[in-house]
């Protein structure tokens, strides 16, 4: 069974500072694996896909990285603003033919101004 | 375009009742999701629909537990004789491909 975990729990940065957000997976056959973001009392939204047979991907601030065969990923937020300020969850799809998504408890980032 | 919406946004109800959780996709998605994210805890998928197929409901935690998809559509999530432990957010996701489009989740209190 596929298991997820995001260190840390918890982070406060002060604002302008880069960041490293960690998801590791225990099945590294997997499909892709997301980053998604999550305010108080909103949905999910999904920042940045990354299929299997990638390494990384980029979306203004934020760059994934992926290590299938470690089960390890990396979410990368440059320069940090106060905006940032949510939860981040990683959420992995376990093979093709599977559509669920397991997910990791998520690590809660506060950017103090 | 209209993302997916659900309602209610909240929903308080008394141990023993039942309850229906709404949950509009993204029109022409064909496939739907039900997850539920308790405090503490990660999301964990319960039901999906894709098209006109069986849904998979290998992630429904109990009997209690049901959903349908009506038309290929609306999706109605029903939680009976409801537990305390059913208190959570459930959220509702949509797709055509392969990411999940989630809507803003309906929060259940359980008293």
């Known amino acids: 069974k596929q298991e997820v975990t995001q260190i840390p729990a918890a982070l406060s940065v002060p604002e302008g500072e880069n960041l490293v957000l960690n998801c590791s997976f225990t099945d590294s056959a997997i499909y892709n694996l997301q980053w998604f973001r999550q305010d108080p009392g909103k949905g999910l939204t999904s920042l940045l896909l990354?299929?299997?047979?990638?390494r990384e991907q980029t979306s203004g601030r934020l760059n994934a990285s992926l290590d299938k065969s470690s089960g390890r990923s990396t979410l990368y937020i440059a320069a940090s603003q106060p905006g940032d300020s949510a939860t981040y969850l990683c959420a992995v799809n376990s093979g093709a033919g599977s559509y669920q998504l397991t997910f990791g408890k998520g690590t809660k980032l506060s950017v103090i101004p | 375009g209209a993302g997916v919406s659900q309602s209610p946004s909240n929903k308080v109800t008394e141990k023993g009742k039942d309850v229906e959780l709404r949950c509009d996709p993204i029109?022409?998605?064909?496939?739907l999701y039900w997850y539920r994210q308790s405090l503490g805890q990660g999301l964990e998928f319960l039901i999906y629909?894709?098209?006109?197929?069986?849904?998979?409901k290998s992630g429904l935690p109990s009997d209690r537990f049901s959903a349908e998809r009506t038309g290929g559509s609306v999706s109605t999530l029903t939680i009976q004789r409801t537990q305390q432990e059913d208190s959570a957010v459930y959220l509702c996701?949509?797709?055509?491909?392969?990411?999940?489009?989630f809507g803003p989740g309906t929060r259940l209190l359980v008293l």
């Open positions: 996701a949509s797709s055509n491909g392969r990411t999940q489009y």
């Open positions: 029109s022409g998605h064909t496939a």
């Open positions: 629909f894709q098209g006109n197929s069986a849904p998979d």
């Open positions: 990354i299929q299997s047979s990638q």
